[in-house]
């Protein structure tokens, strides 16, 4: 095992999350997005041993262009530093990261970071609902063929099984053992196991990806608060460490696209690097999970295996709990959860693992995890955040 | 606001930078540019080469051959105009020139559409101004080989 240290200098490893907070919600049909907000910035607090009045930073997404002064407007926060990061599901990450940046500036001391979403009972269809306006000038160029998002991640999938043989059967593995995850998680909306033939029998939704390739749709909320380390030592929970962290966007460019050159290839070895730590330090990862071929590919960017070789990695149960790289122990946006921008609760998930606290789901002996955030939709536009968290 | 005749798929804003893309496509031509500073060739158009961030820049016909680069059957889409049209083909084609573009690949079986397929631009005037290039296999028996 390699020390836990990140290089001397910079940023890493002066800053931890010593607050995290799921909502246990999966369906609020009477609350806002703003109350799951509220109700998870409480719980985070609750879980630090700190208050509201003690925090200085404020970060968060997907309440709108400027629903971050209305947020904190609702939270009564006054703040002297902000983030309202937007850049898809993974903003979540990238706040954790900028969090880290800010406090280790000495720019604010403890940051609070939300999330909440009502997308299920409000029914909105996230995946195959929208990407149908043209708001910014690359869209008059695709909107009007009807992409839907899981349209651009299956446009990745089908490139990837012609380039490298991928089959359906290897990117049911992944949801099944997703779904294996979840039966050991009671707050997970689906528990029931599932096979390989149930994800290949379950409908069609865009080519070659089944209505199980497919993350849930839910209700939900979350938080993290983020403080220095050596603050962190006074507090409640074992500080787990941000160690390291690295962002990077895709598009297509100027028509030249690839679509198996995700932004986890650029995000992740940067990640790494800066942590000081190398792949088989990792004992378990959190990959944004929105389908399955975004768990494949994200683990083939990261570097975990050769590009090509995704299939046989995810297929053969090194992905699994007790396997060599446990991916998503909480059953992932595929079984647990998935209200529209799921990255928060890869950390909350990565920070209460790494704090041993996690039950029947448990990594064994976990120190070191890795958090990838995907934002956007990886065919098209996206983002990716890594994030490196340790327990020391 | 031009009469789309219950077209009801969303349609492109035509500007500054995409006029000439979307005239040529009215004319049943398909046009790229090429920066006359440095040759990048570009898609989507922009009025700057993103490479040296040069306005000179010229259009260059394309052949409208293609082969499919990638391609999904949708299924599902709630969005109105599509939904009445499931399920259809989106499609990533390469243009023989090198260019990438979306689109949608008509004029054959959705099941019968293969990656490295190769297909030939058909122009569809969905509304009075506006025509979209789809692309299909190709008619011409010398392609079939």
């Known amino acids: 095992m390699t020390e836990l240290r990140a290089p001397a200098g910079g940023i890493w490893g002066k800053t931890a999350v010593v607050g995290a907070y799921e909502h246990p919600t999966r369906f609020a049909p009477d609350k806002t997005a703003f109350q799951l907000h509220a109700e998870s910035a409480r719980g985070a607090l609750e879980d630090a041993g700190l208050t509201v009045q003690d925090v200085d930073g404020f970060f968060t997404s997907g309440v709108g262009p400027i629903g971050i002064l209305s947020l904190a407007g609702h939270l009564n926060l006054r703040p002297s530093y902000v983030d309202s990061q937007a850049i898809g599901g993974s903003s979540f990450v990238s706040h954790s990261f900028h969090a880290a940046a800010a406090i280790a500036a000495g720019l604010c001391n403890v940051a609070l970071v939300t999330y909440g ?108 608060v983020l403080t220095s380390v050596e603050r962190a030592r006074d507090l409640r929970r074992p500080p ?153 | 606001m031009a009469e789309t005749k219950g077209y009801k798929k969303p349609l492109p804003r035509v500007d500054e930078e995409s006029r000439g893309w979307w005239e040529a496509l009215a004319r049943h031509e398909l046009y790229f540019q090429r920066c006359r500073d440095c040759g990048t060739k570009r898609f989507y158009p922009r009025a700057l080469c993103p490479r040296c961030l040069s306005s000179a820049t010229e259009w260059v016909r394309a052949s409208g051959r293609a082969t499919v680069y990638s391609f999904t059957v949708t299924y599902q889409n709630q969005a109105p105009g599509f939904r009445e049209e499931l399920p259809y083909v989106l499609a990533i084609v390469e243009l023989d020139e090198g260019v990438r573009v979306m689109t949608n690949v008509v004029g054959c079986a959705p099941d019968a559409v293969r990656v490295g397929m190769p297909v030939e631009v058909v122009f569809d005037d969905v509304t009075a101004e506006v025509t979209l290039p789809k692309f299909q296999p190709p008619r011409a028996p010398e392609r079939q080989g």
């Open chain 1, 240 to 392: 787990v460490v941000i160690l390291g962290a690295a962002e990077a966007l895709r598009h297509a460019e100027i028509g030249t696209r690839d679509l198996l050159d995700v932004a986890a290839r650029q995000s992740g070895p940067l990640a790494l690097a800066r942590a000081g730590v190398r792949h088989a330090d990792i004992d378990l990862a959190l990959i944004y999970d929105s389908y399955t071929i975004t768990v494949l590919a994200t683990l083939e960017a990261l570097g975990f295996c050769a590009a090509g070789e995704g299939g046989a990695f995810c297929a053969d149960g090194r992905i699994g709990l007790g396997g060599a790289l446990p991916v998503n122990p909480d059953g992932g946006g595929l079984s647990s959860n998935h209200p529209g921008m799921r990255g928060i609760f890869l950390v909350v998930e990565a920070t209460r693992q790494l704090r041993d606290e996690c039950g029947p789901r448990q990594v064994k002996d976990a120190t070191l995890a890795l958090v990838h955030g995907t934002g956007g939709m990886l065919g098209q536009r996206h983002s990716g955040v890594t994030l490196i968290l340790g327990r020391v």
């Open chain 1, 117 to 224: 979403s009502t997308a299920a009972s409000e029914r909105f269809a996230i995946g195959t609902g929208t990407g149908g306006f043209v708001v910014e000038p690359p869209d008059s160029f695709e909107a009007p063929f009807g992409p839907t998002i899981v349209g651009s991640y299956a446009l990745v999938a089908r490139r990837h099984m012609h380039e490298y043989g991928t089959t359906g059967e290897q990117l049911a593995e992944i949801a099944v053992t997703m779904r294996r995850h979840a039966g050991l998680n009671p707050r997970a909306k689906y528990r029931e196991p599932i096979t390989v033939e149930d994800v290949l029998a379950s409908r069609m939704i865009s080519s070659p990806l089944h209505l199980l390739d497919c993350c849930v749709i839910s209700d939900g909320g979350g938080a993290l």
